[in-house]
Each structure stands twice: as structure tokens, then as C-alpha cells.
């Protein structure tokens, strides 16, 4: 008897060591491991393996796999104040001081006194305001070193951590799935060029030169005999709603096959990429998860998902659920 439970528990154990090696393999073969099983997840698997199979009917060649991003929203966070916000606004403390007409001149007083009410009273106008007092009158390396600074120390308030680790991990390995199958990945977002060029290829590798916003206008000048662009308080180009199309066709030369959104301001980018031809893959994230992250859409006052969203539905765009068709938000919950 003793030697047939010692047989029983050798095959038994066996067994088991066989299993978990099997779904060993299988979570480290899973390129979009934070996806749940769900339609979003097939659709995005079955899209890419149309695509790249070579000698069928819908192969797309490697050079025009093109896929293009938002960021705001869609790579990570921007609830419940858009990042460049956040960082727009530390910046008048921080240039205060150089400036004393800004404790008695709005929304520059709103912003020192923590009156959000009053910035916001100053509608989109307050905000451009801001942005261009904070971020023009220097050179494009002065910029970048600011921004590099702060993305490097600031924190979200509700999570207390760094910006850099609100990105959202499902995203970033869609990014990564996308590029091993030869595909280029743009990020294409109504946030400024310069203020995500400093930190987007360690984020989400992707590099400087395939990330697109909108922009300040520059203009070369010699300072110190050195050459420099100077940041004018001028805007040069709106990379948000209709002007995302725009921006794609003179800066990438190629309509996208994939293209990825979570507001209204990219439903414009989603029809360009719609009406294409052959295979095209439309998608938007829909913040349903209260919990993990944030619940918003028709009534927001950021990264508003309404007409979109009733396109999406209507055309039958894949839209993915945060609560539903994500394991994980972020890589350390």
C-alpha cells in the first residue's frame, strides 16, 4: 500500500508540475497580458493577424502599418485636470515671483490662491492664457529641460505618484504587440509636441520624431552665437479634433489602419482612418472603472466621449471598457 500512494502522489504531483508549466508558457506567450479575454482583445489580435498574413486578402505592407495614438486619455491619465494643465499651473508658482501683476490679475490669482473656480471662470481663453505665458519667451531646450524637471518630481494628487507611472499598462503592450508586427506607432494629441517629446520613448517607445501635438510657433534666432529656435507667444497648430487628420497627412504622409482615441477630439482622426482602403481598425477607451481609475464620458469637462461614442456604436468600432476589457489600469496595481 505505501508503495502505491507513493506512486499515486509521484503521478498526481506530475500532473500538476505539467499544468502550471502549460499556463506558464501560455501568460508568457499572451503579448497583452493586462487584457482580459473579451471581444476588444479578439478584435485586436484578429485585426493584426489579417494584416500581417502574408497572401491574404486584407496584408498590409510593414510601411504602411501605421497606427496612431492620443495620449491624453488614451496612454494615461488626464482626470481630473489634463497633465500639461498640472504642469502649466506649477509653473506660474514658480515664475510668480518674476511676475507680480499675476497676484491681482486673473487667472494667474486663481491659479497662486488655489481658486479653481475663478481659473475656470476664464473659460478655454484663461487656459491659453497660461500655457503661452508659461512655456513661450524661451528656447525649445530650455522647454524641454523644465518639462523634464517637473515630469521628474511631479505627482498626480489622487494616486501620489509620478505622471510617468499613470500610463496605462494595457496600452503599453498593445504598443509593443503592434511594433513586433511591424507596425509604426505615432502618438497624434491636442497636447502640446514639445511638452511630451522629453518623456513619450521611455513611456512608451515611442520616439520624438513620431509624436505629434500641437505646437507653438518657433523661429530661429543666433543668442550668445549660438543658434537657437525661440518659442514665440504665438500658437502654430491645433492637433485636436479636425485638425488630427490634418496633422497626420502633412507630418506622417500615410492614413493609419489603427487608429486609437478616448474623446470627441479624436473622432475626427477615427474617420479618416475609417474611410480608408481594406482592413481598418477604429477603437476608443471608454474610463468606466471608478475604482482603478475614473468614470466619465458624455458630461465630462475633460476628454468629453460623447458624439464619438454614439459613432462608435453606430459604425461598429471597437469600444474598449476599462472595468470590463482591462486586468490591470496600471502596471503596479
Do not use: C
Not at 500512494?5 to 509521484?10: E, F, G, K, M, S
Not at 509653473?91 to 479653481?116: I, S
Request: proline share 6%; hydrophobic share 40%.
Amino acid at each position: 500500500m505505501g508503495k502505491l500512494l507513493r506512486i499515486l502522489l509521484y503521478s498526481y504531483l506530475s500532473f500538476s508540475v505539467a499544468i502550471l508549466t502549460v499556463k506558464s508558457a501560455a501568460a508568457q506567450s499572451d503579448p497583452l497580458p493586462s487584457w482580459n479575454d473579451t471581444a476588444a482583445k479578439h478584435n485586436i489580435e484578429s485585426f493584426v493577424d489579417r494584416v500581417t498574413k502574408e497572401g491574404g486578402k486584407d496584408f498590409v505592407p510593414p510601411a504602411e502599418r501605421i497606427a496612431t495614438f492620443d495620449n491624453d486619455g488614451t496612454l494615461w491619465v488626464e482626470s481630473p485636470v489634463y497633465t500639461q494643465i498640472a504642469f502649466a499651473f506649477d509653473r506660474v508658482k514658480a515664475m510668480a515671483p518674476q511676475h507680480p501683476e499675476w497676484k491681482t490679475t486673473q487667472p494667474f490669482k486663481g491659479v497662486l490662491e488655489g481658486d479653481m473656480k475663478a481659473v475656470a471662470a476664464t473659460g478655454e481663453k484663461g487656459i491659453v492664457e497660461i500655457t503661452v505665458a508659461t512655456s513661450t519667451g524661451m528656447t525649445n531646450a530650455e522647454f524641454e529641460k523644465s518639462v523634464s524637471q517637473w515630469i521628474a518630481t511631479a505627482h498626480d494628487r489622487k494616486f501620489n505618484r509620478p505622471y510617468t507611472e499613470l500610463i496605462y499598462q494595457p496600452m503599453v503592450e498593445l504598443l509593443a504587440y503592434l511594433r513586433s508586427n511591424g507596425f509604426k506607432t505615432y502618438i497624434v494629441s491636442g497636447g502640446e509636441q514639445e511638452f511630451m517629446r522629453p518623456w513619450a520613448e521611455k513611456a512608451y517607445g515611442i520616439p520624438p520624431e513620431q509624436v505629434l501635438g500641437s505646437t507653438m510657433k518657433t523661429q530661429f534666432e543666433m543668442r550668445n552665437g549660438q543658434p537657437a529656435l525661440m518659442r514665440l507667444p504665438q500658437i502654430g497648430f491645433i492637433d485636436d479634433g479636425p485638425g488630427k487628420p490634418v496633422g497626420i497627412n502633412q507630418f506622417i504622409g500615410r492614413r493609419p489602419i489603427l487608429a486609437f482615441g478616448n474623446s470627441d477630439g479624436d473622432l475626427q482622426m477615427l474617420e479618416w482612418t475609417a474611410a480608408g482602403p481594406g482592413a481598418r481598425l477604429m477603437l476608443l477607451v471608454h474610463h468606466t472603472d471608478a475604482v482603478r481609475e475614473y468614470a466619465y464620458d458624455r458630461k465630462s469637462s475633460v476628454g468629453q466621449l460623447d458624439k464619438a461614442l454614439d459613432e462608435a456604436t453606430a459604425k461598429g468600432w471597437t469600444v474598449v471598457s476599462m472595468k470590463d476589457d482591462w486586468k490591470k489600469v496600471f502596471a503596479f496595481q
